[in-house]
C-alpha cells in the first residue's frame, strides 16, 4: 500500500510530471496493487469538487502505466470522467514512455482497440493512436475517424515520411466525416498531388466519385480542389459522362465546376451531341438563377454557330427545348434572355424546336410573346396560371402515455436540456400515474436511478424550484422513491436564484413549480391518481371534457387539485366550450371545479394588447437589435403565476417552445414573450424560429406580437429557421388569420431601418405563394410594396402620420436596395394567381422609368398585371 500512498498524494496534487515519474519506477506487483486502489478512487471521488479538475491528468497517466490489460488500459482512457481534462500535447509522449516497455504485440491490440473507440468530431487520444500504429506496424484502421485524425494532421511537409501514407491515400475520399477536414486539407492534397506524393488520376477519380456518391450533399470544397487541380481537356472527355450525372441535383458550386468542364469540352468540338443534349436539359430543370444564367451562356455560344447551320440543323432544337423550360421562369430577366436567344436561333430551328416555343410564349408576358410570334408566327393567348392548393402542415400529435415504470425510469435517465416540453409533460404525468398506479413497481424500477447518489450528494441535490428543469424533476421522483431523505434536504426559499431560471419568464416558472409541488406531498406520503394539465393534443390544448373526468378521479380520491396544475390546464382550455360541458362543470362542488367553472363561464384571461418597439444593442454600427415589447390589459386581481405572463422577460434558455404549448389558447401573449428572443437572435443556429409553427397553431387573436414574431423568422439566418416562418405562414392563411396588416408595419420598420434583410423576406413570400398562400402574400404585398417604396401604407396621409420611415424607392440611377426586384417579383406571381387590380403608390413612378434592370423589369410586370382594365375602376386589393 506504500505505493500508493505515495502515488495517492501526486495524483491529488496535480502532480503530472511526478506522477509519470513514479509510476515508471514502479514494479510489476505495486503497479497491480496501484490499478486496484485507482478504480476505487475514480468511483469514490465527487466529480463537482474543483480540486477534480487537478487530478484527470495525473489519474490518466497513472491507469495507463497500471493497468495490465490492453482492453482494461483503453477503456480507462476513454473513460467519460477522463473528457473534460486541459489539453496538453506533452501527454501522448508521456503515454507511449509508460507504455513502450510493455511487448509489442500488446501495444498492437491496445492501437487496435483505441481505434475502434475514436468517434468525430472530437477525435480524443488520435495523436496515440496513429503513434502506436506506426511504431509497431499494425495495418492502419479503416474507420473513418482514423482517417479524418490522419488527414487533419497531414502536410506537405510530413507525408513524404509518414510510412501510413501508401495505406491512407486511397482512404481520403472514402470517409464519412470528409466536410469537418475539408477546409483546411485543400492546400495539403493540391500540394501533394503536384509533387506527385498523390497520384493524380486516383486524385481527380476519387474527388468527382465522391461528388458522385453525395449527390445533392456534395462538399463544395471538393470542387474547389478539383478546380485547383486544372484537369486538362484528356482527363476532362475521360470523365465526361460524370460531369453530366453531377449536374441534376449537386449544390450550385459542384455544378458550376461541372458546366465549366463540359463546356470547355464542347467549345473545342469534343462533347457529342447525346452528351450535350443530357447536360443542357439537366440545367434546364434546375431552379437556381445562377445556373440557369450559365446556361444561357453556354447556349448563347451554341447559338452562334446553330443559327448559321440551316433549319434543323446541329443543336437548335435542343437548345430551343431548354430555352422553353428556361422561359417558365419567374424571373423576367431570365424569361427575356431565353427569348432573345430563341428568335437568334429562329432559322436553324426544326418543326420540333418551333413548336416547343410557341407552347411556352403562353406563359410569357405579352411583350415577350409578340417577339416570339414575329419569328415564330402565331402563337396561343395567355395560358390561365395553375393556382397552388394551400395545404398546411398538419398538427404534430401528443406523445403517447408511459406504460410502465421501467419505460419512465428510462425516459427520466434521458431528460437532459435543451428540454423538450412533451417529454416534460410525459414524465411528469408518468409519475402522477405509476405512483398512485404501481408505487412499489416504480420504487423498485427507480431504484438504480437514485442509488448512485451517496450520502456526500444529498445535499448537492436539488432544493428549490429555480433550479434546473432536469433537477426539479428529479426531485420530485427522488422525494417519492426515498421520502425520509428528501425531508431531511434542506429547502430555502430565499437563497440565491438562477439567474438564468429567473429570465425564463412565466411559463419557464410554472413548470418548475408543477413538478416541485408534487415534492411535499410525496414527503407525507401522498400521491396523486391524475394531474390536471397534461395535453390532450400536440397543440398542447387540453379536452374540457377530459379535464372534468380528470377532477372527477382527484375527487373520488379525496386528493386537492395542485395550484400550478390547476393554472395551467385552464391556461390550456379551448376558447369555445360547449354548453353540456358548461352544464356539467357547475355540479362540481370542489375549489378546483369552481375555478373551472368560472373560467369556462367568461371569466378567464384577457386578451392583451402588445406594443414592440426596435431596440440597437451590441457593438456600434451593429444592426443586431432586439424588441423591447410591452404588454397591456393585465387585470391586478390575477394570482402571481398567471401575472407574470403580462411581464415578457429578455432571458433566453432555448425554451422558446414552452410557450405555445403553455398559452394554446392566447397567441398573442404568447408571441409578446418570443419576440425578444427571436430578434435578438437573428443570426444564431439555435433552432429557436422552429417554434413559429408551433405559435401559428395557438388559438386566439393575431396582433403586433405575432406579427413581429413572423417577420423575424422571415428575415432569419438560417433557411431552416425561414422555413419555419413559411411553414407559419401556410398555417395562418389556410385559417384565414394572417395579420397582413400588422405584418406589412413590422416588415416596413424592420427592413427599412436595416434590421431585417428585404431579399429572405421575398424569398419566405415567395414559398408561399408557391405552397398556396398567395392570396394572403397579395393582401401582404400590396400594402408592403408601398411602405418600402415610399413609407407609407395605402390608405393613409402622410401628412396625417407622426412620423415616417424612410422609404426604399432609389432615386433615378441609383443602386436599388437588394431584394426590392424579388419583392416585386413575388408581388407580381401572387397578383398573377389572385387575378389583382390594385394601384400601388409609388409603383407606377418606379415603373415609367427608361432602363432595362431587373428592378425596372419586375415593377412593370407587376403595374401590367395589377392596373385596371379599361372597364375596371381603381381599387386596392
Given at each position: 500500500?506504500?505505493?500508493w500512498h505515495?502515488l495517492?498524494k501526486?495524483?491529488?496534487g496535480?502532480?503530472v510530471?511526478?506522477?509519470?515519474?513514479?509510476?515508471?519506477?514502479?514494479?510489476?506487483?505495486?503497479?497491480?496493487?496501484?490499478?486496484?486502489?485507482?478504480?476505487?478512487?475514480v468511483?469514490?471521488r465527487?466529480?463537482?469538487?474543483g480540486r477534480?479538475?487537478?487530478?484527470?491528468r495525473?489519474?490518466?497517466?497513472a491507469?495507463?502505466?497500471?493497468?495490465g490489460?490492453?482492453?482494461a488500459?483503453?477503456?480507462?482512457l476513454f473513460r467519460?470522467d477522463?473528457?473534460?481534462r486541459?489539453?496538453?500535447?506533452?501527454?501522448?509522449?508521456?503515454?507511449?514512455?509508460?507504455?513502450?516497455?510493455?511487448?509489442e504485440?500488446?501495444?498492437?491490440?491496445?492501437?487496435?482497440r483505441?481505434?475502434?473507440?475514436?468517434?468525430l468530431?472530437?477525435?480524443?487520444?488520435?495523436?496515440?493512436?496513429?503513434?502506436?500504429?506506426?511504431?509497431?506496424g499494425?495495418?492502419?484502421?479503416?474507420?473513418?475517424?482514423?482517417?479524418i485524425?490522419w488527414?487533419?494532421?497531414?502536410t506537405p511537409?510530413?507525408?513524404?515520411?509518414?510510412p501510413?501514407?501508401p495505406?491512407m491515400?486511397p482512404?481520403?475520399f472514402?470517409?464519412?466525416?470528409?466536410?469537418?477536414?475539408?477546409?483546411?486539407a485543400?492546400?495539403t492534397?493540391?500540394?501533394l498531388?503536384?509533387?506527385?506524393?498523390?497520384?493524380?488520376?486516383?486524385v481527380?477519380?476519387?474527388v468527382v466519385?465522391?461528388?458522385?456518391?453525395?449527390?445533392?450533399?456534395?462538399?463544395?470544397?471538393?470542387?474547389?480542389?478539383?478546380?485547383?487541380?486544372a484537369?486538362?481537356?484528356?482527363e476532362t472527355?475521360?470523365?465526361?459522362?460524370?460531369?453530366?450525372?453531377?449536374?441534376?441535383?449537386?449544390p450550385?458550386?459542384v455544378?458550376?465546376?461541372?458546366?465549366?468542364?463540359?463546356?470547355?469540352?464542347?467549345?473545342?468540338?469534343?462533347l457529342?451531341?447525346?452528351?450535350?443534349?443530357?447536360?443542357?436539359?439537366s440545367?434546364?430543370?434546375?431552379?437556381?438563377?445562377?445556373?440557369?444564367r450559365?446556361l444561357?451562356?453556354?447556349?448563347g455560344?451554341?447559338?452562334?454557330?446553330?443559327?448559321t447551320?440551316?433549319?434543323?440543323?446541329?443543336?437548335?432544337?435542343?437548345?430551343?427545348?431548354?430555352?422553353?423550360?428556361?422561359?417558365?421562369h419567374?424571373?423576367?430577366?431570365?424569361?427575356?434572355?431565353?427569348?432573345?436567344?430563341?428568335?437568334?436561333?429562329a432559322?436553324?430551328?426544326?418543326e420540333?424546336g418551333?413548336?416547343?416555343?410557341?407552347?411556352?410564349a403562353?406563359a410569357?408576358?405579352?411583350?415577350?410573346?409578340?417577339r416570339?410570334?414575329?419569328a415564330?408566327g402565331?402563337?396561343?393567348?395567355?395560358?390561365?396560371?395553375e393556382v397552388?392548393?394551400?395545404v398546411?402542415?398538419?398538427?404534430?400529435?401528443?406523445?403517447?402515455?408511459?406504460?410502465?415504470?421501467?419505460?419512465?425510469?428510462?425516459e427520466?435517465?434521458?431528460?437532459?436540456?435543451?428540454?423538450?416540453?412533451?417529454?416534460?409533460?410525459?414524465?411528469?404525468?408518468?409519475?402522477?400515474?405509476?405512483?398512485?398506479r404501481?408505487?412499489?413497481?416504480?420504487?423498485?424500477?427507480?431504484?438504480?436511478?437514485?442509488?448512485?447518489?451517496?450520502?456526500?450528494?444529498?445535499?448537492?441535490?436539488?432544493?428549490?424550484?429555480?433550479?434546473?428543469?432536469?433537477?426539479?424533476?428529479?426531485?420530485?421522483?427522488?422525494?417519492?422513491?426515498?421520502p425520509?431523505?428528501?425531508?431531511?434536504l434542506?429547502?430555502?426559499?430565499?437563497r440565491?436564484?438562477d439567474r438564468?431560471?429567473?429570465?425564463?419568464?412565466?411559463?419557464?416558472h410554472?413548470?418548475?413549480?408543477?413538478?416541485?409541488?408534487?415534492v411535499?406531498?410525496?414527503?407525507?406520503?401522498?400521491?396523486?391518481?391524475?394531474?390536471?394539465?397534461?395535453?390532450?393534443?400536440?397543440?398542447?390544448?387540453?379536452?374540457?371534457?377530459?379535464?372534468?373526468?380528470?377532477?372527477?378521479?382527484?375527487e373520488a380520491?379525496?386528493?386537492r387539485?395542485l395550484?400550478?396544475?390547476l393554472?395551467?390546464?385552464?391556461?390550456?382550455?379551448?376558447?369555445?366550450?360547449d354548453?353540456?360541458?358548461?352544464?356539467?362543470?357547475?355540479?362540481f362542488?370542489?375549489?378546483?371545479?369552481?375555478?373551472?367553472?368560472?373560467?369556462m363561464?367568461g371569466?378567464?384571461?384577457?386578451?392583451?394588447?402588445?406594443?414592440?418597439?426596435p431596440?440597437?444593442?451590441g457593438?456600434?454600427?451593429?444592426?443586431?437589435?432586439?424588441?423591447?415589447?410591452?404588454?397591456?390589459?393585465?387585470?391586478?386581481?390575477l394570482p402571481?403565476?398567471?401575472?407574470?405572463?403580462?411581464?415578457?422577460?429578455?432571458?433566453?434558455?432555448?425554451?422558446?417552445?414552452?410557450?405555445p404549448?403553455?398559452?394554446?389558447?392566447?397567441?398573442?401573449l404568447?408571441?409578446?414573450?418570443?419576440?425578444?428572443h427571436l430578434?435578438a437572435?437573428?443570426?444564431?443556429?439555435?433552432?429557436?424560429?422552429?417554434?413559429?409553427?408551433?405559435?401559428?397553431?395557438?388559438?386566439?387573436?393575431?396582433?403586433?406580437?405575432?406579427?413581429?414574431?413572423l417577420a423575424?423568422?422571415m428575415?432569419?439566418?438560417g433557411?431552416?429557421a425561414?422555413?419555419?416562418?413559411?411553414?407559419?405562414l401556410?398555417?395562418?392563411?389556410?385559417r384565414?388569420?394572417?395579420?397582413?396588416?400588422?405584418?406589412a408595419?413590422?416588415?416596413t420598420e424592420?427592413?427599412?431601418?436595416?434590421?431585417?434583410?428585404?431579399?429572405?423576406?421575398?424569398a419566405?413570400l415567395?414559398?408561399?405563394?408557391?405552397?398556396?398562400a398567395?392570396?394572403?402574400?397579395?393582401?401582404?404585398?400590396?400594402?408592403?410594396v408601398?411602405g418600402?417604396?415610399l413609407?407609407?401604407?395605402?390608405?393613409l396621409v402622410?401628412?396625417?402620420l407622426p412620423e415616417?420611415?424612410?422609404?426604399?424607392?432609389?432615386a433615378?440611377?441609383?443602386?436599388p436596395?437588394a431584394?426590392?426586384?424579388?419583392?416585386?417579383?413575388?408581388?407580381?406571381?401572387?397578383?398573377?394567381?389572385?387575378a389583382a387590380?390594385?394601384?400601388?403608390?409609388?409603383?407606377?413612378?418606379?415603373a415609367?422609368?427608361k432602363g432595362s434592370?431587373?428592378?425596372?423589369?419586375?415593377?412593370?410586370?407587376?403595374q401590367?398585371?395589377?392596373?385596371p382594365?379599361?372597364?375596371e375602376?381603381?381599387?386596392?386589393?
Amino acid at each position: 500500500m506504500a505505493a500508493w500512498h505515495d502515488l495517492h498524494k501526486l495524483i491529488i496534487g496535480g502532480d503530472v510530471a511526478g506522477t509519470v515519474a513514479y509510476v515508471a519506477g514502479l514494479g510489476a506487483a505495486d503497479r497491480r496493487t496501484v490499478a486496484a486502489e485507482l478504480a476505487e478512487h475514480v468511483r469514490r471521488r465527487p466529480r463537482w469538487e474543483g480540486r477534480w479538475r487537478h487530478e484527470v491528468r495525473p489519474l490518466m497517466l497513472a491507469g495507463a502505466g497500471c493497468l495490465g490489460g490492453s482492453a482494461a488500459v483503453a477503456s480507462w482512457l476513454f473513460r467519460r470522467d477522463f473528457r473534460r481534462r486541459r489539453q496538453d500535447p506533452r501527454d501522448v509522449e508521456r503515454l507511449l514512455g509508460l507504455l513502450r516497455d510493455r511487448p509489442e504485440p500488446w501495444r498492437a491490440d491496445l492501437a487496435r482497440r483505441l481505434a475502434a473507440r475514436l468517434r468525430l468530431p472530437d477525435l480524443q487520444h488520435w495523436e496515440l493512436t496513429a503513434a502506436l500504429v506506426r511504431e509497431t506496424g499494425v495495418e492502419p484502421p479503416d474507420g473513418a475517424a482514423f482517417t479524418i485524425g490522419w488527414l487533419r494532421a497531414l502536410t506537405p511537409a510530413s507525408a513524404a515520411a509518414d510510412p501510413l501514407l501508401p495505406a491512407m491515400a486511397p482512404r481520403i475520399f472514402e470517409a464519412d466525416g470528409l466536410s469537418e477536414v475539408l477546409p483546411g486539407a485543400v492546400p495539403t492534397l493540391a500540394a501533394l498531388t503536384d509533387s506527385g506524393l498523390l497520384e493524380r488520376r486516383a486524385v481527380l477519380d476519387g474527388v468527382v466519385g465522391r461528388l458522385l456518391r453525395d449527390g445533392q450533399n456534395g462538399l463544395p470544397l471538393l470542387a474547389t480542389l478539383h478546380d485547383r487541380l486544372a484537369p486538362s481537356l484528356g482527363e476532362t472527355a475521360e470523365r465526361a459522362k460524370d460531369y453530366a450525372r453531377l449536374l441534376p441535383a449537386a449544390p450550385v458550386a459542384v455544378a458550376e465546376t461541372a458546366v465549366a468542364r463540359l463546356r470547355a469540352l464542347d467549345e473545342a468540338g469534343r462533347l457529342n451531341g447525346e452528351l450535350f443534349a443530357e447536360a443542357v436539359e439537366s440545367l434546364a430543370f434546375r431552379p437556381e438563377p445562377r445556373l440557369l444564367r450559365s446556361l444561357l451562356s453556354w447556349l448563347g455560344a451554341t447559338a452562334a454557330g446553330a443559327a448559321t447551320s440551316g433549319p434543323g440543323g446541329g443543336r437548335a432544337d435542343v437548345a430551343l427545348r431548354v430555352l422553353s423550360q428556361v422561359a417558365g421562369h419567374d424571373s423576367l430577366v431570365l424569361q427575356e434572355r431565353a427569348v432573345r436567344l430563341a428568335v437568334k436561333l429562329a432559322p436553324a430551328a426544326g418543326e420540333e424546336g418551333r413548336e416547343a416555343v410557341r407552347e411556352a410564349a403562353a406563359a410569357l408576358p405579352a411583350d415577350l410573346r409578340d417577339r416570339i410570334r414575329a419569328a415564330y408566327g402565331e402563337v396561343g393567348g395567355e395560358a390561365p396560371p395553375e393556382v397552388p392548393v394551400l395545404v398546411a402542415v398538419p398538427a404534430p400529435q401528443p406523445l403517447p402515455p408511459i406504460a410502465s415504470p421501467r419505460e419512465l425510469v428510462r425516459e427520466l435517465t434521458g431528460f437532459r436540456w435543451p428540454y423538450d416540453p412533451l417529454t416534460f409533460e410525459r414524465l411528469l404525468a408518468g409519475l402522477a400515474e405509476w405512483s398512485h398506479r404501481e408505487p412499489d413497481a416504480l420504487r423498485e424500477a427507480l431504484r438504480p436511478w437514485w442509488q448512485p447518489h451517496r450520502a456526500y450528494a444529498f445535499d448537492y441535490f436539488v432544493r428549490d424550484v429555480d433550479d434546473a428543469l432536469d433537477e426539479v424533476l428529479g426531485r420530485a421522483f427522488f422525494a417519492f422513491a426515498m421520502p425520509k431523505v428528501s425531508r431531511e434536504l434542506p429547502h430555502d426559499p430565499e437563497r440565491a436564484r438562477d439567474r438564468w431560471a429567473v429570465a425564463a419568464g412565466a411559463i419557464d416558472h410554472l413548470s418548475r413549480r408543477r413538478a416541485f409541488e408534487l415534492v411535499a406531498p410525496f414527503e407525507r406520503g401522498v400521491v396523486h391518481p391524475v394531474l390536471l394539465a397534461t395535453p390532450t393534443s400536440g397543440t398542447g390544448h387540453v379536452d374540457p371534457g377530459v379535464l372534468l373526468d380528470r377532477l372527477e378521479r382527484l375527487e373520488a380520491a379525496g386528493a386537492r387539485a395542485l395550484p400550478a396544475d390547476l393554472t395551467q390546464a385552464l391556461l390550456r382550455l379551448p376558447r369555445e366550450i360547449d354548453e353540456a360541458t358548461v352544464r356539467r362543470v357547475r355540479t362540481f362542488t370542489s375549489d378546483a371545479g369552481r375555478a373551472c367553472a368560472s373560467w369556462m363561464a367568461g371569466d378567464r384571461l384577457a386578451d392583451p394588447e402588445v406594443s414592440c418597439r426596435p431596440r440597437v444593442s451590441g457593438m456600434p454600427g451593429s444592426v443586431r437589435a432586439s424588441v423591447d415589447v410591452v404588454v397591456t390589459g393585465r387585470d391586478a386581481a390575477l394570482p402571481e403565476p398567471v401575472a407574470g405572463l403580462f411581464e415578457p422577460a429578455p432571458g433566453h434558455r432555448h425554451t422558446l417552445g414552452w410557450w405555445p404549448l403553455g398559452l394554446p389558447s392566447h397567441r398573442e401573449l404568447a408571441a409578446a414573450h418570443l419576440v425578444p428572443h427571436l430578434a435578438a437572435s437573428m443570426e444564431a443556429r439555435d433552432g429557436g424560429a422552429a417554434v413559429l409553427t408551433d405559435l401559428a397553431r395557438c388559438d386566439g387573436p393575431a396582433g403586433t406580437a405575432t406579427a413581429y414574431a413572423l417577420a423575424c423568422g422571415m428575415s432569419h439566418a438560417g433557411p431552416a429557421a425561414r422555413a419555419s416562418a413559411t411553414d407559419a405562414l401556410l398555417i395562418l392563411a389556410a385559417r384565414g388569420e394572417v395579420p397582413v396588416e400588422a405584418m406589412a408595419d413590422a416588415l416596413t420598420e424592420r427592413i427599412t431601418n436595416g434590421y431585417a434583410k428585404l431579399n429572405r423576406v421575398a424569398a419566405v413570400l415567395g414559398d408561399a405563394t408557391r405552397a398556396g398562400a398567395h392570396e394572403a402574400v397579395w393582401e401582404l404585398s400590396a400594402r408592403l410594396v408601398p411602405g418600402l417604396l415610399l413609407g407609407v401604407q395605402p390608405g393613409l396621409v402622410p401628412e396625417l402620420l407622426p412620423e415616417l420611415v424612410p422609404g426604399l424607392l432609389p432615386a433615378d440611377g441609383d443602386r436599388p436596395r437588394a431584394g426590392l426586384a424579388d419583392l416585386l417579383a413575388v408581388a407580381a406571381a401572387a397578383a398573377r394567381l389572385t387575378a389583382a387590380r390594385a394601384d400601388l403608390p409609388g409603383l407606377a413612378e418606379l415603373a415609367s422609368r427608361k432602363g432595362s434592370s431587373r428592378l425596372l423589369q419586375e415593377a412593370r410586370r407587376l403595374q401590367r398585371l395589377i392596373a385596371p382594365q379599361p372597364d375596371e375602376s381603381p381599387a386596392t386589393s
